[in-house]
């Protein structure tokens, strides 16, 4: 439930900021809010049919074998989840630069009111594209139920919401940039985790051999499967008794998405 929330909280306010910036760029312009609803729902749409094709796809692949499966997802989901963070490292300002400059050029008439559809609607489908695939990983992860993932989905969905309206209308006191940077991190520790779980599946599979003989056990002083060690587990990818196949995979993954962000963050500033 944490990891999906932590997830869709994080994508809803990207894309909750985008809408921001371009309603606080068109602010006053008659038919401009119409426009932007518009991308917006057709954003949601577009989502909506990615995540039917997701479902689809997973029934259709269900032969391969579950725990093949389910390691090619979170195997996926690590890489996006990466690729994500080392984007909006060196993206994210120029991102918003370019919606405060595509909102004044429709205020100003250079641009037809129908651009504010089009770059709306492409961030909410990218954000909610996004989505469906890490919610799909941490579904394959067997962390939690259905239900428990649709719970955290519908807190990120409406955290993401109410901070993103907060920051439009200025309220908040917190700079966005610190809330994404603690995001930030949750996330990639998140695909840190997602990397060592899919190192299990491939070694159950037989695909793989790794040492099995674990490096250390903390059971006796926080199990795994106990309140605390599943949200330390979900939060940072706890693991009581980890082999060093698992480890290996946890360090690589954390290591590597942190290196590259901060190489291209420090060759775009």
């Known amino acids: 439930m944490l990891a999906s929330a932590v997830i869709v909280f994080r994508e809803v306010l990207e894309a909750a900021l985008i809408v921001g ?13 119409r426009w932007v609803a518009a991308g917006v729902l057709g954003g949601l749409i577009g989502s909506a049919v990615i995540a039917g094709s997701a479902e689809a796809l997973s029934d259709a692949l269900s032969g391969m074998g579950q725990e093949v499966f389910n390691a090619s997802i979170l195997g996926l989901a690590v890489v996006m989840l990466g690729w994500h963070t080392v984007w909006m490292s060196s993206h994210g300002r120029e991102m918003a630069a370019e919606m405060k400059r595509v909102g004044h050029a429709v205020s100003m008439g250079s641009r037809p009111l129908s651009v504010l559809a089009v770059v709306v609607g492409v961030a909410v489908l990218r954000e909610g594209a996004e989505t469906v695939l890490f919610v799909f990983g941490v579904s394959a992860s067997g962390e939690s139920g259905k239900l428990a993932t649709m719970a955290g989905c519908a807190v990120g969905l409406g955290a993401g919401i109410t901070v993103g309206i907060l920051l439009y209308r200025g309220l908040l006191a917190i700079p966005s940039r610190h809330l994404f940077t603690v995001t930030t991190w949750l996330v990639t520790l998140l695909a840190a985790g997602m990397a060592a779980q899919a190192v299990t599946y491939l070694s159950a599979a037989g695909l793989i051999e790794i040492p099995t003989q674990p490096l250390w056990d903390t059971s006796w002083l926080l199990p795994e499967n106990s309140i ?3 949200l330390l587990h ?21 290591l590597g998405i942190t290196s590259l962000a901060r190489m291209v963050g420090r060759r775009t500033a």
């Open 21 to 33: 910036i371009v309603l606080a760029a068109t602010k006053g312009l008659e038919g401009s809010r």
């Open 228 to 230: 605390g060690g599943r």
């Open 234 to 254: 979900t939060l940072v990818g706890y693991m009581d008794r980890p082999g060093a196949g698992q480890l290996a995979a946890y360090g690589v993954t954390l």
